[in-house]
């Protein structure tokens, strides 16, 4: 019954930064793995950043280490996605999603997904 929502998303100059929240409601995030995915038009679906449920370790995709971190706030039930030094490319519907199992790119791993966020990086 876990429900998550993201929020943050926007429209922002290249150079720019942007902080996405992913909210949860109906049970802890606490012992879930959280994922932050996004979709461009016409591409598929890539994992970009997780956080693991037990010991809080985090990875990161290449096209955006050392520009994102992922951090999770257990008082607040909720995980962030600090994005900087953003690019054209990094446009794209962005997603947060909850599994059981330790960080993963597959998108079958996890059970429960957000509505999305739109992230436009523009002129």
């Known amino acids: 019954q876990l429900q998550l929502v993201e929020s943050g998303g926007g429209l922002v100059q290249p150079g720019g930064s942007l902080r996405l929240s992913c909210a949860a409601s109906?049970?802890?995030?606490?012992?879930?793995?959280i994922g932050w995915f996004r979709q461009a038009p016409g591409k598929e679906r890539e994992g970009i950043s997780c956080?693991?449920?037990?010991?809080?370790?985090?990875k990161y995709s290449g096209s955006v280490k050392g520009r994102f971190t992922i951090s999770r706030d257990r008082a607040a039930n909720r995980v962030f996605l600090q994005m900087n030094s953003l690019t054209p490319d990094d446009t794209g519907v962005y997603y947060c999603?909850?599994?059981?199992?330790?960080?993963?790119?597959?998108?079958?791993?996890?059970?429960?997904w957000g509505q999305g966020t739109q992230v436009t990086v523009s002129s």
């Open positions: 956080i693991n449920s037990g010991d809080d370790t985090t």
């Open positions: 109906g049970a802890t995030m606490d012992y879930y793995t």
């Open positions: 999603a909850a599994g059981g199992f330790h960080c993963s790119w597959l998108p079958g791993a996890y059970g429960s």
